[in-house]
């Protein structure tokens, strides 16, 4: 009996050209599993497709509530932004896709577990130390990083065997795809020179094509979790749809960033992710009203290495486990609500209000009613500025000039 592997399955090239490339190579049993993270696709179709390359077993797991409460929401609360711009949809989704290969890999009784990233990507490094942390045991096989083909090179061995792939040498854009955002690569975007064409983005409307009017939204926070939209309480996966849809028709939600990519080089990446900029644009303007000046500036450390973290692959590390028990304690207060106003790409925080907000009128007014007692600051000045005048009085060197 052959032995069996358990591959990640999206139906897209390489991973088509995986089940009969690993049955030619390693003479194994393929089970494709297909993880549903919200990439409306047709997931029946790709199970088909599965099973017609050549897979002895195909499932398709819906994994979208898990994806969002559990990978998407959390990593909001951490307001973990990969160098300040990324929001790490496809990142997030890999140790989800990892810990369901493992799963389906102990049940099925495989000896190893497949993924269809190449070797100069990120993922390889997410699922290969994912399943590592989670099945040491379990033997990974990366038939995109071995078989050192080109692109062109795969779509012609799909072509000599029969697989059905949605890519040409015409249009070569690689994408991957969840509730929490949309990347986009290859083709002319590896030019970073080169304005993205609009046939790139599905989810976001260009800027100038975008209503005239604004659209204001609300958006409630419970503990740091967004709850519900203009009133209406909603499911994680119901707000995150109606948010991508509603900010992607007023064009909110496009990214080119260059990267810098776990394995050394840069690289140009198109994202379309337009609930998760809202949401972390309203969740950063609630913690700035509920959190102390000490908290959030912590919390801007934690958010950074939260997010790197993400990136590196490390989501199932002691690191990580110890950076979300602050996490969460920080989140204790941040419940609230947040008025955005979308307008031609751009979103804008417009209001904000919470039980728990450290802002007071009273201190911050400059009209009638003013409670703060600004004869206090003589001597809060005087014992702030008293070590730089000490030494300006003892090392009077001349300054001037800093």
């Known amino acids: 009996?052959?032995?069996?592997?358990?591959?990640?399955?999206?139906?897209?090239?390489?991973?088509?050209?995986?089940?009969?490339?690993?049955?030619?190579?390693?003479?194994?049993?393929?089970?494709?599993?297909?993880?549903?993270?919200?990439?409306?696709?047709?997931?029946?179709?790709?199970r088909e497709k599965a099973l017609k390359v050549g897979a002895v077993k195909a499932l398709v797991i819906d994994a979208r509530e898990d994806f969002v409460d559990h990978f998407a929401f959390p990593a909001l609360q951490a307001d973990a932004i990969y160098q300040g711009v990324y929001p790490l949809a496809t990142a997030l989704s890999r140790p989800l896709i990892a810990r369901l290969l493992v799963d389906v890999a102990e049940k099925e009784g495989a000896s190893a577990v497949a993924h269809g990233c190449t070797g100069?990507?990120?993922?390889?490094?997410?699922?290969?130390?994912?399943?590592?942390?989670?099945?040491?045991?379990?033997?990974?096989?990366?038939?995109?990083?071995?078989?050192?083909?080109?692109?062109?090179?795969?779509?012609?061995?799909?072509?000599?065997?029969?697989?059905?792939?949605?890519?040409?040498?015409?249009?070569?854009?690689?994408?991957?795809q969840n509730l929490w955002g949309r990347s986009i690569e290859c083709g002319v975007l590896e030019d970073p020179w080169v304005e993205p064409p609009e046939d790139v983005f599905a989810w976001t409307a260009s800027a100038q094509n975008a209503p005239d009017q604004p659209r204001y939204v609300e958006i409630s926070f419970e503990k740091g979790i967004p709850t519900s939209i203009d009133g209406r309480d909603m499911d994680g996966i119901s707000l995150v749809q109606e948010l991508n849809e509603m900010a992607g028709?007023?064009?909110?939600?496009?990214?080119?960033?260059?990267?810098?990519?776990?394995?050394?080089?840069?690289?140009?990446?198109?994202?379309?992710?337009?609930?998760?900029?809202?949401?972390?644009?309203?969740?950063?303007?609630?913690?700035?009203?509920?959190?102390?000046?000490?908290?959030?500036?912590?919390k801007q450390k934690v958010a950074d290495e939260c997010a790197d973290l993400v990136y590196n692959g490390l989501w199932f590390s002691s690191f990580h486990q110890d950076l979300v028990a602050y996490v969460q304690s920080s989140?204790?207060?941040?419940?609230?609500?947040?008025?955005?106003?979308?307008?031609?790409?751009?979103?804008?925080?417009?209001?904000?209000?919470?039980?728990?907000?450290?802002?007071?009128?009273?201190?911050?007014?400059?009209?009638?009613?003013?409670?703060?007692?600004?004869?206090?600051?003589?001597?809060?000045?005087?014992?702030?500025?008293?070590?730089?005048k000490v030494q300006a009085q003892i090392q009077p060197e001349n300054k001037s000039t800093l």
């Open 331 to 388: 989140q204790r207060h941040v419940t609230g609500t947040v008025r955005l106003k979308l307008l031609k790409g751009v979103c804008r925080v417009v209001g904000r209000k919470s039980p728990y907000s450290l802002y007071r009128h009273a201190l911050a007014t400059y009209d009638e009613g003013d409670q703060f007692d600004q004869s206090a600051s003589v001597g809060f000045i005087h014992i702030w500025g008293l070590p730089v």
């Open 120 to 176: 100069k990507g990120n993922d390889q490094v997410r699922i290969d130390v994912s399943v590592a942390a989670l099945a040491p045991h379990l033997r990974v096989i990366a038939p995109a990083r071995e078989w050192g083909m080109t692109r062109e090179q795969t779509i012609a061995y799909a072509k000599r065997h029969g697989i059905p792939v949605p890519v040409t040498s015409a249009s070569p854009y690689s994408v991957d």
């Open 1 to 46: 009996m052959a032995e069996k592997v358990v591959l990640a399955y999206s139906g897209g090239l390489d991973t088509s050209v995986a089940i009969r490339w690993i049955k030619e190579k390693y003479n194994m049993d393929v089970i494709a599993v297909t993880a549903d993270v919200g990439g409306d696709k047709d997931l029946g179709a790709v």
């Open 249 to 298: 028709r007023h064009g909110v939600g496009r990214i080119d960033h260059i990267e810098d990519r776990l394995v050394g080089i840069k690289s140009r990446e198109i994202y379309e992710a337009p609930a998760a900029i809202v949401l972390f644009a309203a969740h950063k303007a609630l913690e700035a009203m509920t959190l102390a000046r000490d908290q959030l500036r912590f």
